[in-house]
Nanobody, 118 residues
Framework: QVQLVESGGGLVQPGGSLRLSCAAS????????WGWYRQAPGKERELVAD??????NYADSVKGRFTISRDNAKNTVYLQMNSLKPEDTGVYYC?????????????WGKGTLVTVSR
């Protein structure tokens, strides 16, 4: 089992910044991939960014504004969010999943709320 705990959400004005963190504990396996997803009110959960062995991917809506990074020694992934917009509002979920021999193993955090508003 892997437990994920997100932190760093909150209320921020448009144009502001937040940094989300997600710490994993338990039986950490490798190879693996980390991801940040978000779910806005009334919408489906969507991928924001993911990172695999140093390579990262971003949703078009956040490219150039968000940066995902990972600290393998701390089993932690981060999402630096700059130039936030009201449409970035939602619950942000951390995802940790296995690759290769661990494919099919998939874990989610409980989410952290990000609200972008004046």
């Amino acid at each position: 089992q892997v437990q994920l705990v997100e932190s760093g959400g909150g209320l921020v004005q448009p144009g502001g910044s937040l940094r989300l963190s997600c710490a994993a504990s338990g039986r950490i396996f490798s190879p693996n991939a980390w991801g940040w997803y978000r779910q806005a009110p009334g919408k489906e959960r969507e991928l924001v960014a993911d990172i695999i062995s140093g390579g990262s991917n971003y949703a078009d809506s956040v490219k150039g504004r968000f940066t995902i990074s990972r600290d393998n020694a701390k089993n932690t992934v981060y999402l630096q969010m700059n130039s936030l917009k009201p449409e970035d509002t939602g619950v942000y979920y951390c995802n940790f999943r296995g690759l290769g021999p661990f494919a099919g193993m998939n874990y989610w955090g409980k989410g952290t709320l990000v609200t972008v508003s004046r």
